[in-house]
């Protein structure tokens, strides 16, 4: 027979998960401050070094990211909605002057009216993209879930990264006194794992962007700026982002001629050889250590769940629950080893 305090502690865990699925931007955004922070933390202390007060490097890093924020929004978000409208409108040209050389391609044009659907398609992504980032307040809301989230967020980082160890000192409320030590030693872990994540990722899609930006400028090929910003977003999705960057390019390529494609194709393979061999193993010398596969079912459950706040949090949340998980079973190793 079930006791009832089993009954009436499965009703509160019930009641815990119902709440939190009700306030989860909230928990969503204070854990991207807390990466945030991190994230500054780690550069501060890298100033600390040329003996720059924390102050001023802090608010120096904070200044540049809303700089490099503003110039990102008005030069490149521009270019990318020009070239979603001109593809849009030039997609029954590319098809009809490309599906001769593919009688059967062609007819499931004709068919199905498939260029005729991707042009509304395309129509309404270029639409929907002005709309959103018709000014940066807009692009925030639906972004970060409103102008205020995104203050609150921003202002609880800065609180935390004036403060030398201000994430560790404000998660260690949460911990009890005897478990202290454990926990520090496990989130500097943490912390270290995270940043060389993002500095990995982050160094890499600007390399890729900017290789395949000159490598397509080269050939002449148009929607460029688009497609150099596909390839860049897409190497934060390990193992088969890059191949989808690639799939996206050489057929958009290949769309306005043969030989385009072809030479894209090329250039693709050659760039992916460079990431594989090259970039991964010089800018992820610390990696997450969280398996490619886990990563991709943790960005999807993050984008489903929570759109593109989700999908910035799910990395470093499945480092952190993987690393939480890992060490609770070194200890309990340890303590039957004992």
Do not use: H
């Amino acid at each position: 027979m079930i006791k009832l305090r089993t009954i009436f502690f499965g009703c509160l865990i019930i009641l815990a998960f119902i709440l939190a699925w009700q306030i989860w931007k909230v928990f969503a955004g204070l854990f991207l401050a807390l990466i945030l922070a991190t994230l500054i933390d780690g550069a501060a202390e890298f100033f600390k070094k040329f003996k720059i007060p924390r102050i001023v490097s802090v608010i120096f890093l904070y200044l540049a990211i809303a700089v490099l924020f503003y110039f990102s929004f008005y030069f490149l978000i521009p270019p990318v909605i020009q070239e979603v409208e001109q593809l849009s409108i030039n997609v029954p040209n590319y098809i009809e002057n490309f599906s001769p050389q593919l009688e059967q391609i062609r007819s499931f044009w004709d068919q199905y009216k498939t260029s005729e659907t991707l042009q509304k398609s395309l129509f309404a992504l270029g639409e929907k993209m002005i709309s959103i980032t018709s000014n940066i307040t807009s692009f925030v809301s639906v972004a970060f879930g409103g102008v205020i989230t995104t203050i609150v967020i921003i202002f609880i980082s800065l609180l935390l990264s004036l403060e030398e160890k201000g994430v560790e000192k404000f998660l260690g409320l949460f911990v009890p006194a005897q478990s202290q030590k454990d926990f520090t030693k496990l989130l500097v872990l943490l912390q270290k794992k995270i940043r060389g994540w993002f500095l990995g990722r982050f160094f890499s899609a600007v390399v890729v962007g900017l290789l395949i930006y000159f490598g397509l400028f080269l050939m002449g090929v148009k929607y460029k700026v688009t497609l150099a910003i596909i390839a860049a977003i897409f190497e934060f999705v390990p193992i088969i982002g890059s191949w989808f960057a690639a799939i996206i390019g050489v057929v958009l390529t290949a769309l306005q001629s043969l030989k385009f494609g072809f030479f894209s194709l090329i250039m693709y393979l050659v760039v992916q050889q460079l990431e594989s061999s090259v970039l991964s193993p010089f800018f992820m010398k610390r990696t997450t250590g969280i398996n490619p596969v886990l990563s991709i079912i943790a960005l999807m459950i993050g984008a489903e769940l929570g759109g593109f706040l989700g999908v910035l949090i799910a990395i470093p949340l499945a480092v952190v629950i993987l690393e939480i998980v890992n060490d609770s079973r070194k200890k309990q190793d340890a303590e039957i080893k004992d």
